[in-house]
């Protein structure tokens, strides 16, 4: 006999068409590509995969960047200002990854049954997060504007090496200085994000959730956008002059006859593609989901597609350490020195005791046959 009862949901697609046409202001509206309107199913799979993808890539920049801050805390390296600098750039990076792992980690601890409209856990669990999302938000302007601060310097140095101005910006003391200035102007930058952030009590069941689609948020978000673009477009600005500066000093060097070649200008040009890509598609993404998707219901679906910008931005924290080895000999010598030095300690140790070995034997003998 044929069952009457009606299952609501029996289908994944019956859901989805369910929950957009709600009577719900925020969801109705025209679809600004009607292909994401026809594929949702396909959409959301992409965006499964992106999320699965970028907390992969957490893991691996996380202790990448633990590798990268050990070698750059050598003696050889932190006394020198721009891989001092870079220290405070790593340790932005590792947190970016671990605020990633840490909700990861949550979520295999304790979560509630996870809803198509979002994840929905107990308040400390939403604590915890929201203190990672703070701590996220610090580390990313923090690390832009400090990798911005190493191309500025650098080209200055360049261009003006006799000046005692460009030569006091230059010694380590000033990068200390500069480090603590923008953590604590990005530590109010990313305060605003977790003063007005609201939790609010899912009705019907035991957790709570973050308030969705709030004023503030897309303000903060275009803001924080207009920074990173504000930040991409100034590093490719400086990158631009430290090339002219550098073609300027070459041809002078070769009129004196003295040629000084260094791989530090190259590290940081090409460190700049790799920070222009990343906060260029960050800042892409807020820019055009507040002023091309607004008022649309791509708007919603947009704004998950920021696991992609994420996971750029991750992979150019771990680029880092790969181009400081290949196009820093000074940063090659450190990680030689750190390995090879102890395994070559070992070997001056073994062939120490072995040359000690037959030394006492012959000393055992003589005061043997004299007694």
Same mark, same amino acid.
């Given at each position: ?50 999320? %699965?993808?970028?907390? #992969? @890539? =957490?893991?691996? &920049? ?8 050990? /070698?750059? !805390? +050598? ?70 504007? %400090?990798?911005?601060? #190493? @191309? =500025?310097?650098? &080209? ?8 005692? /101005?460009? !030569? +006091? ?74 090339? #002219? @500066? ?126």
């Amino acid at each position: 006999m044929k069952s009457t009862t009606i299952n609501i949901y029996s289908k994944y697609k019956d859901y989805i068409e369910d929950y957009y046409n709600a009577e719900e202001g925020t969801r109705q509206g025209d679809w600004l590509f009607s292909i994401i309107e026809k594929h949702l199913l396909l959409f959301y799979e992409i965006v499964k995969i992106l999320k %699965l993808v970028y907390e #992969i @890539a =957490s893991f691996l &920049s996380f202790f990448i960047n633990l590798f990268h801050l050990l /070698i750059l !805390t +050598r003696k050889a390296l932190r006394t020198h200002l721009i891989y001092l600098v870079m220290i405070g750039i790593c340790t932005c990076d590792i947190l970016q990854s671990l605020g990633n792992l840490t909700k990861i980690l949550m979520t295999w601890i304790y979560q509630f049954e996870i809803c198509f409209t979002g994840e929905y856990y107990k308040y400390s669990h939403m604590i915890v997060i929201l203190l990672t999302k703070t701590a996220q938000i610090m580390s990313r302007r923090c690390s832009s504007f %400090l990798a911005l601060y #190493i @191309a =500025s310097v650098r &080209s200055l140095s360049v261009m003006f090496p006799m000046s005692n /101005i460009v !030569t +006091r910006w230059t010694t380590p003391k000033s990068g200390i200085c500069v480090m603590i200035l923008v953590g604590i102007i990005c530590a109010a930058w990313s305060f605003v994000f977790f003063k007005n952030t609201e939790l609010e009590k899912v009705l019907y069941y035991v957790p709570y959730k973050f308030k969705e689609n709030q004023e503030w948020e897309f303000t903060y978000y275009l803001i924080d956008g207009y920074l990173a673009m504000f930040v991409s477009i100034s590093y490719v600005i400086v990158a631009f002059a430290l090339v #002219i @500066a550098l073609a300027v000093a070459k041809r002078r060097s070769r009129n004196l006859k003295h040629e000084n070649k260094s791989n530090t200008s190259a590290m940081i040009i090409f460190m700049t593609a790799t920070v222009f890509i990343s906060e260029t598609s960050y800042a892409a993404l807020y820019l055009l989901n507040n002023d091309v998707f607004q008022d649309f219901n791509d708007q919603d679906l947009f704004k998950q597609l920021d696991s992609f910008v994420l996971t750029i931005l991750i992979l150019n924290s771990t680029v880092h350490c790969i181009v400081c080895f290949f196009m820093s000999s000074q940063y090659r010598d450190t990680v030689k020195g750190l390995f090879w030095r102890k395994r070559q300690e070992k070997e001056n140790t073994a062939s120490v005791e072995k040359s000690t070995v037959p030394l006492t034997e012959k000393s055992t003998k003589s005061s043997s046959t004299s007694n």
